[in-house]
């Protein structure tokens, strides 16, 4: 799922909402014939993509079906920034692309849950359920090559990817968030306890935005620490993370935006919201559930700006059971180090 600004929401309520000052008209709406498992979008909402059990469609700036191909049992999508290539899973991997021909596909006999395409198209990744990630980059004809294979503790279930897929996050089927770099080396894990995951990365890698079970949100940086932890329902919330960090959305029977240290600068009234997906030019926003509908935001006041600018550099209060990073948690040891050292070399 493409985590940028642009966001296309699935909403059952609402024609406009408000967001830390943001006006939201609804662009366009539409139904689906079964739930909506997922949904991607493009930098500047001119293509969405909506993915249920039975097919693969893609919409175009005023929802207008372009084309849809089958399901195929896949459970996620995903969208290059341009809009030009379309990641699915399922029974194999398969990148499609502007028309909906088959780009590449990779079987390797086993279902593909997770993927995700970095969002200058030069990466593509897939988690099978045989515990293995695989990586493939953009040659230089164009075509796909694998890169990496990683061997996993447990199924990858939920993937993203920074910006050239420099750095990749994961959620695995026993609830760890782990992060790689773009050639699968791991650099840290966390824990969840969840038994389903999804994640949203920014196109830095410096925050992951997770959602998991019971409604919880957490917000990691790219150290694997954990931020701050919002509940925004009984089931596995809809959350994703703007490309830039400007905010992140967590969906329940409304959406709720908040900034990187915690502090919620806005809401926009709906329904049920079941999945979420953000482009990056403008917070256009976009969720899942049976009705698809498009939201663009008004132009914001100069003060609007100013207060959302003040909310985001807010300095957040760390919470009591927050983990340190290891460079925080050596610092006491390393200053010890440090202090006998010099009384050693005065000595």
């Known amino acids: 799922m493409r985590a940028g600004v642009a966001v296309a929401l699935i909403l059952a309520l609402s024609i406009a909402g408000t967001a830390a000052g943001l006006s939201f008209d609804r662009a366009w709406e539409t139904t689906t014939p079964e739930n909506v498992l997922d949904i991607a979008v493009s930098d500047d909402g001119e293509t969405v993509v909506v993915l249920t059990a039975a097919a693969l469609s893609c919409l175009d700036a005023d929802g207008t079906p372009l084309w849809e191909v089958p399901g195929r049992h896949a459970q996620t999508v995903g969208i290059s920034g341009d809009g030009s290539l379309i990641v699915t899973g399922g029974e194999d991997l398969r ?97 969840t306890g969840s038994a389903t995951l999804s994640c949203s990365m920014t196109d830095d890698g410096g925050y992951i935005a997770v959602g998991a079970d019971h409604g919880v949100a957490e917000l990691l940086n790219g150290n694997g620490r954990a931020l701050w932890r919002q509940v925004g329902g009984e089931r596995r919330p809809a959350v994703v993370i703007a490309a830039d960090g ?102």
Not at 140 to 147: A, D, H, K, N, R
Not at 153 to 159: G, Q, S
């Open 95 to 191: 990148l499609y692309d502007r028309s909906g021909a088959l780009a590449f596909r990779h079987d390797t006999g086993f279902f593909a849950f997770g993927t995700a395409i970095s969002p200058d198209g030069s990466c593509i990744a897939g988690g099978f359920d045989n515990t293995r990630l695989m990586i493939f980059r953009k040659n230089g004809t164009g075509g796909y090559e694998q890169s990496a294979v990683v061997n996993t503790t447990e199924d990858v279930i939920a993937l993203s990817l920074s910006l050239d897929g420099g750095r990749i996050a994961t959620g695995e089927k026993d609830g760890t968030i782990r992060y790689y770099t773009g050639e699968g080396r791991p650099l840290w894990s966390y824990a």
């Open 246 to 347: 400007s905010f992140v959305a967590l969906g329940g029977e409304e959406i709720k935006l908040f900034s990187t240290n915690g502090t919620e600068i806005g809401s926009i009234p709906a329904g049920a919201v079941t999945s979420l997906a953000v482009g990056s030019e403008g917070p256009v926003m976009a969720g899942s559930g049976r009705t698809v509908a498009l939201y663009r935001p008004l132009p914001r006041t100069p003060a609007e700006d100013e207060r959302v600018a003040e909310a985001s550099t807010t300095t957040p209060q760390r919470q009591e059971d927050e983990t340190p990073t290891p460079t925080e948690a050596a610092a006491p040891l390393l200053a010890a180090v440090t202090a006998l050292l010099c009384a050693r070399r005065r000595g």
